[in-house]
């Protein structure tokens, strides 16, 4: 019997005589199968078979994690199918569900059918593995099934657990499914369990930046209605479609409410103040006042003064009583940015604010109390100064009690596209161009940008852009020509790193374009539809966002 080559060259190295060894897995499977009997199904079933074997031979994943990861992509792509198919939209009620899942597994050579729907459990019987015979040879195969109707399950009614009661597999006559969906009753019986995790689910993320850019819509435009302007004034969004942006957008949910202080940490140019203005937005300070202070833009003879105020007569030029920052934001958030600036001596009064939320102006005596929360701002490594001693450690702990850590334009770059599209949106109205776009070549450049100077520079990049370009779109915009860093990122990574950015911009542009149809977006491609599912899929885009 011929045997599976295990040479150095590995599966790019093998030769002509090793392309024609059949592997043991392989052979076995498919002896007694004339070569006109092989049918496409026939042919896929073999091949996720001794995929299956390669892998784990190889050391790649252990094999029923392998089976997991691809029967939940390939039961999203399912589903998606089949409400574009039958025009369903919103959540699977069971009647549904149990049409889909049984069909599905029908179509591909199985032989499936509802034994009972009550409530809180769907029971299925099978009188045929897709798997044919050579399913008795590699059982884990099961968790496939598993995992395709748990998957979908979870992700309409919340919670699921399979229970693969009976398994030709093993050898029984018939396969038994039963798909538990109520946690309670489900608790005590076996079974593989799945959850819709709330972080990943792309509408949690969408109603919680609803809710946080509502809220800051409301305090800006109470802010505004003070200013006179010559324009209509929107206010920042948070864009959040990275996983490291949505991490951000749950931290500010979570301490907005809350009095604690809260440390921002991030390059410059990446929104600290932004994030700090819409934790203010969110808690209970937001009908009182915030007051953005930039520290290492005060000149060292007068910081203290401006923070904390002084007196008449306190020094040459007092000549009436100053408020400082701290009072005018009594009640209300004051914003630290750069407060690794701070001398010695206003780190240590800052101290006292804190602890005991007192203080004296310049040249008084009289002690103010006040309250007043701090959120701080830094783009350098706090740690490093205590360590070195230009930062007190006690006043690090006291603002670091709640550490918020803002990534770089350059590792977000699913971000990117929409906040070009926000920006020009804004730059659009401020000069009186149409110019709303940017053409997919200039998307492909912004994508493969660094961006050192982050969405500050982003901004820069495109007013620039925007006065010189003929509407409806940029076709230019004035980059510098930077060559990557060797030895940062390997050629590989970086390669793949910009081609999936350049697929992710296309794959959005072209849903928005198609109004969300797959089909439309597989047309252009020129793929099928459901390598374009698998593409959305890898990169947690979903469709149906783009209808209507």
């Not at 030029?317 to 005018?328: M, N």
């Not at 750069?338 to 780190?347: C, M, S």
């Not at 009289?366 to 006690?394: H, P, W």
């Not at 794959?507 to 047309?523: F, I, K």
């Amino acid at each position: 019997m011929p045997f599976r080559s295990e040479s150095a060259g590995g599966f790019g190295g093998c030769n002509r005589a090793d392309s024609l060894r059949t592997p043991l897995f392989f052979g076995s499977y498919m002896q007694g199968t004339n070569f006109s009997q092989l049918t496409p199904v026939r042919f896929l079933q073999t091949f996720v078979l001794e995929l299956m074997h390669v892998c784990e031979d190889a050391g790649l994943a252990p094999a029923e994690r392998l089976i997991d990861r691809i029967a939940r992509s390939a039961g999203r792509y399912f589903e998606e199918a089949f409400r574009e198919e039958y025009a369903v939209e919103g959540a699977l009620d069971p009647e549904r569900y149990a049409e889909l899942i049984v069909g599905l597994k029908n179509h591909i050579g199985g032989q499936f059918s509802l034994v009972s729907r009550e409530a809180g459990c769907i029971r299925l019987t099978n009188r045929r593995c897709p798997f044919g015979e050579g399913v008795k040879n590699s059982p884990e195969l099961c968790r496939m099934t598993s995992s395709v109707f748990g998957g979908i399950a979870a992700r309409n009614f919340g919670y699921a657990k399979v229970t693969l009661a009976r398994r030709i597999a093993l050898g029984d006559a018939r396969c038994e499914v039963h798909v538990h969906l109520d946690p309670q009753t489900a608790r005590n019986l076996e079974g593989t369990e799945y959850l819709a995790p709330p972080a990943g689910d792309r509408r949690t993320i969408d109603e919680l930046q609803a809710r946080i850019d509502e809220q800051m819509h409301r305090i800006w435009c109470q802010m505004n209605n003070h200013r006179p302007s010559r324009e209509a004034v929107r206010p920042p969004t948070i864009v959040a479609r990275s996983p490291a942006m949505q991490a951000v957008l749950h931290a500010i949910e979570t301490v907005a409410p809350t009095p604690a202080t809260v440390l921002i940490h991030g390059e410059t140019g990446v929104g600290k103040e932004l994030v700090a203005r819409a934790i203010h937005a969110m808690s209970e300070r937001c009908q009182e006042s915030f007051i953005a202070v930039n520290c290492g833009a005060i000149p060292e003879g007068i910081v203290e003064s401006a923070l904390f105020g002084h007196e008449k007569g306190a020094f040459t030029g007092a000549v009436e009583v100053h408020h400082g920052y701290f009072e005018r934001a009594d009640g209300g958030t004051l914003f630290l940015d750069e407060v690794d600036a701070l001398t010695p001596a206003t780190q240590t009064r800052l101290l006292r604010v804190i602890q005991e939320g007192e203080l004296e102006r310049v040249g008084g005596h009289k002690t103010l109390v006040v309250d007043t929360r701090i959120i701080s701002a830094t783009n350098c490594d706090l740690e490093k100064a205590v360590a070195e001693g230009r930062f007190r450690q006690d006043l690090y702990y006291r603002l670091n009690v709640v550490r918020i850590v803002i990534p770089p334009l350059r590792q977000r770059p699913e971000d990117l596209p929409h906040l070009v599209g926000l920006i020009l949106e804004r730059l659009s109205r401020r000069y009186g161009k149409p110019v709303n776009s940017v053409s997919p070549e200039v998307m492909s450049r912004l994508l493969a940008y660094a961006w050192p100077g982050n969405v500050r520079e982003l901004e820069n990049a495109l007013e620039k852009a925007m006065l010189f370009a003929q509407p409806p779109e940029i076709t230019e915009v004035p980059l510098p020509d930077t060559d990557p860093v060797v030895g940062e990122q390997s050629w590989k990574a970086l390669r793949r790193q910009t081609l999936e950015r350049l697929e992710r911009s296309y794959l959005e542009q072209a849903l928005r374009r198609a109004r969300g149809s797959v089909n439309a977006v597989a047309e252009w491609m020129e793929l099928t539809p459901r390598a374009v599912y698998l593409k959305l899929s890898a990169y947690g885009v979903d469709p149906a966002k783009f209808r209507g």
